[in-house]
T-cell receptor, first 112, second 114 residues
Framework: TQLLEQSPQFLSIQEGENLTVYCNSS?????LQWYRQEPGEGPVLLVT?????EVKKLKRLTFQFGDARKDSSLHITAAQPGDTGLYLC????????????FGTGTRLQVTL | NAGVTQTPKFQVLKTGQSMTLQCAQD?????MSWYRQDPGMGLRLIHY???????DQGEVPNGYNVSRSTTEDFPLRLLSAAPSQTSVYFC?????????????FGQGTRLTVV
């Protein structure tokens, strides 16, 4: 059972456009992370949001954690070809056996 | 600083063969885990370990075994490979504790079972 659903699954846009990726769950998480993965590589952490309602900005990327800590969004302003990749959200359940549960992924392609 | 090292990078197995995917980290992380990545399904947790001598199952453990004899190494064994195990496998490590610990990933092993 996939606990974290991402939408859309695929997104192909032109340079300069804005986009939003959604990550939704029925579970409450202690924190929510976003990773980006490029072909042939492992995922790399972009950001962690911890507090319900928290908003974090990383240059043209804006991340938000839902008030109930069940969902998150990633907004990219003025997308560039360098933003191309697979975006993965991941929810963390804290505790001794804290597990990181990944979302289904959103594959973004930005063309000139 | 090597981070997380996985070997091999590519492997082709025949159905029924066994093999071990190697994973080593040099960051003294307590937590290590194995994921498989399939199209449209993100990363699914196979097994994880919170320290040497301690392992537990993730969401898709069937057909895989793990052991953790040292902090650094966390090998994944396929006992009798099946075509359904064709996938890309990632090992990850991180510190335990805190809500903002970063997971560090290896470069992955692309496994094909024919």
């Amino acid at each position: 059972t996939q606990l974290l659903e991402q939408s859309p699954q695929f997104l192909s846009i032109q340079e300069g456009e804005n986009l939003t990726v959604y990550c939704n769950s029925s579970s409450v998480f202690s924190s929510l992370q976003w990773y980006r993965q490029e072909p042939g590589e492992g995922p790399v952490l972009l950001v962690t949001v911890v507090t319900g309602g928290e908003v974090k900005k990383l240059k043209r990327l804006t991340f938000q954690f839902g008030d109930a800590r069940k969902d998150s969004s990633l907004h990219i302003t003025a997308a560039q070809p360098g933003d191309t990749g697979l975006y993965l959200c991941a929810g963390l359940h804290t505790g001794t056996a804290s597990k990181l549960t990944f979302g289904t992924g959103t594959r973004l392609q930005v063309t000139l | 600083n090597a981070g997380v090292t996985q070997t091999p990078k590519f492997q082709v197995l025949k159905t029924g063969q066994s093999m071990t995917l190697q994973c080593a980290q040099d960051m003294n992380h307590e937590y290590m885990s194995w994921y498989r990545q399939d199209p449209g399904m993100g990363l699914r947790l196979i097994h994880y370990s919170v320290g040497a001598g301690i392992t537990d199952q993730g969401e898709v453990p069937n057909g895989y075994n793990v052991s953790r004899s040292t902090t650094e190494d966390f090998p994944l064994r396929l006992l009798s490979a099946a075509p359904s195990q064709t996938s890309v496998y990632f090992c990850a490590s991180r510190l335990i504790g805190g809500e903002d610990t970063e997971a560090f990933f290896g470069q992955g092993t692309r496994l094909t079972v024919v």
